[in-house]
């Protein structure tokens, strides 16, 4: 397949005497173009990603900085509640945040003549947020809504929500980035005002403007809003934990109510985000798993129909790397019950890796990895056909490869992967790595709850 020649983003970066670091992406057709007859798209977006993540949670507290995140749309000193989404919302434009492991991101997309506000928002939301117990107990009823939602209620979400606990030995990524209701109800406003004033600082932050707008007047908006913020003489905390490398295989079982068929995973260590098996990890993963026509979807879905789903991710962080193979077993829950115990999971294990073997073994067609090749550049290339798309790619080049440009060599080297590149790093991270087996069950006794516990064979 031959290469596909992309336009580098057209960055601008430098960092504020404060340690903010900037980055501005404007278009080639905004403010600056738009003399000569090239319209730009008349928006803009701005996104601040703060360097903290659920790797950061403090001991006791897991999804703590998840909850922060809700925090952050209260009110501030020159901020009423909810002003934010007024500030984006009622001028046509749109805001939200997600939290991950290694990262909390605010982000907002509005016509390119409210830039000005938005920033001045930022700037204000970062230095001087108002925390008060009302507004602490609310945001923490509705993220614990939230943890009832997507693991609770979910028959698998008690599986998908303790992969990270049962994998990773010692770092901090085995806590789980939505927490628990135990530790949620833990905290108090002082831990709230504690790690805003840790974390949610300019030498922590990366703000990014992207769309349609003039780099020189977004400068000194930034200078004139951010610049004038002090930057805290405590030193950043980061994590200093490194993940051994796993010795053994083992096998766990994690037991959960009204589980309907039983489902497993099995994961293994994998390299970090930027490592330069990363992008023929991401390219295996897709052949294995992207669409209906993936190969174990194919093989345990559609021909030994021993699955209702199965799949296969590369979970690349900044720190290091969990790949992992899952299937959830088709059939009656009567029949399924009435198996010798372990008997279907052991099943799925055996196709599962079956089909890994195969991928890392047997000669790749042609035509089967152009396409899966396309699909991931046609994904990427996509997301930056709009502002916030752009900004989002750059951001995540930064947080987990330590620069900006790498989202532009990341469509170089999904490019770049060739077959041989794909079977070399599934057997050198698969096949000649320890795994970890979780089965899933329904709980025998409810009252044990959904502890993790050792398999025995």
């Given at each position: 397949m031959p290469l596909l020649a992309v336009p580098p983003l057209a960055l601008q970066q430098?960092?504020?005497?404060?340690?903010?670091?900037?980055?501005?992406?404007?278009?080639?057709?905004?403010?600056?173009?738009?003399?000569?007859?090239?319209?730009?798209?008349?928006?803009?977006?701005?996104?601040?990603?703060?360097?903290?993540?659920?790797?950061?949670?403090?001991?006791?507290?897991?999804?703590?900085?998840?909850?922060?995140?809700?925090?952050?749309?209260?009110?501030?000193?020159?901020?009423?509640?909810?002003?934010?989404?007024?500030?984006?919302?009622?001028?046509?434009?749109?805001?939200?945040?997600?939290?991950?492991?290694?990262?909390?991101?605010?982000?907002?997309?509005?016509?390119?003549?409210?830039?000005?506000?938005?920033?001045?928002?930022?700037?204000?939301?970062?230095?001087?947020?108002?925390?008060?117990?009302?507004?602490?107990?609310?945001?923490?009823?509705?993220?614990?809504?939230?943890?009832?939602?997507?693991?609770?209620?979910?028959?698998?979400?008690?599986?998908?929500?303790?992969?990270?606990?049962?994998?990773?030995?010692?770092?901090?990524?085995?806590?789980?980035?939505?927490?628990?209701?135990?530790?949620?109800?833990?905290?108090?406003?002082?831990?709230?005002?504690?790690?805003?004033a840790t974390y949610y600082r300019p030498d922590n932050a990366v703000l990014i403007v992207a769309g349609d707008f003039d780099p020189a007047q977004a400068q000194a908006w930034v200078d004139r809003y951010f610049g004038v913020l002090a930057r805290p003489a405590a030193p950043l905390p980061r994590v200093q934990v490194r993940e051994p490398r796993r010795e053994r295989s083992e096998h766990l079982r994690l037991q959960g109510p009204r589980v309907p068929l039983p489902a497993l995973a099995l994961m293994w260590q994998g390299p970090g985000a930027g490592h330069v098996d990363a992008a023929a990890l991401h390219v295996a993963a897709a052949l294995l798993a992207s669409g209906e026509s993936a190969r174990l979807n194919e093989a345990l879905v559609y021909r030994q129909r021993i699955a209702q789903s199965a799949g296969f991710s590369a979970d690349l962080l900044a720190d290091g790397g969990m790949l992992v193979a899952w299937a959830i077993a088709a059939g009656e829950p009567a029949a399924a019950a009435a198996a010798a115990p372990g008997a279907v999971l052991d099943r799925l294990e055996r196709s599962l890796r079956r089909e890994i073997a195969r991928l890392a073994d047997a000669p790749i067609a042609t035509a089967e990895l152009d396409k899966v090749r396309t699909g991931l550049v046609t994904q990427a290339i996509a997301g930056r056909q709009t502002p916030e798309g752009r900004a989002t790619a750059v951001g995540w080049a930064i947080v987990q490869r330590g620069d900006a440009a790498a989202a532009d060599r990341e469509l170089a080297e999904l490019q770049?992967?060739?077959?041989?590149?794909?079977?070399?790093?599934?057997?050198?991270?698969?096949?000649?790595?320890?795994?970890?087996?979780?089965?899933?069950?329904?709980?025998?006794?409810?009252?044990?709850?959904?502890?993790?516990?050792?398999?025995?064979?």
């Open positions: 430098r960092r504020l005497g404060n340690g903010l670091a900037l980055v501005l992406l404007p278009e080639s057709g905004g403010a600056q173009a738009a003399g000569r007859g090239r319209p730009g798209s008349g928006t803009v977006s701005v996104q601040v990603w703060y360097q903290v993540g659920g790797k950061d949670d403090p001991v006791g507290r897991s999804g703590f900085a998840h909850l922060f995140e809700h925090m952050m749309f209260k009110g501030a000193r020159h901020l009423a509640n909810e002003q934010f989404d007024r500030l984006t919302e009622d001028v046509g434009g749109a805001n939200n945040a997600f939290t991950a492991e290694d990262v909390t991101v605010y982000h907002a997309e509005v016509p390119a003549n409210h830039l000005e506000r938005l920033l001045w928002a930022e700037a204000e939301r970062m230095a001087h947020l108002n925390v008060d117990q009302a507004n602490f107990d609310s945001e923490r009823a509705v993220v614990k809504e939230e943890f009832r939602e997507r693991v609770l209620a979910d028959p698998y979400g008690r599986l998908f929500n303790g992969l990270p606990a049962a994998f990773w030995q010692r770092h901090p990524y085995r806590r789980p980035v939505i927490g628990s209701i135990e530790d949620l109800e833990a905290a108090t406003l002082d831990d709230v005002r504690r790690f805003h770049a992967v060739r077959a041989e590149d794909v079977q070399r790093v599934l057997r050198r991270y698969v096949g000649q790595g320890h795994a970890v087996r979780l089965d899933y069950r329904q709980e025998a006794d409810p009252a044990k709850g959904p502890a993790v516990t050792k398999e025995g064979r």
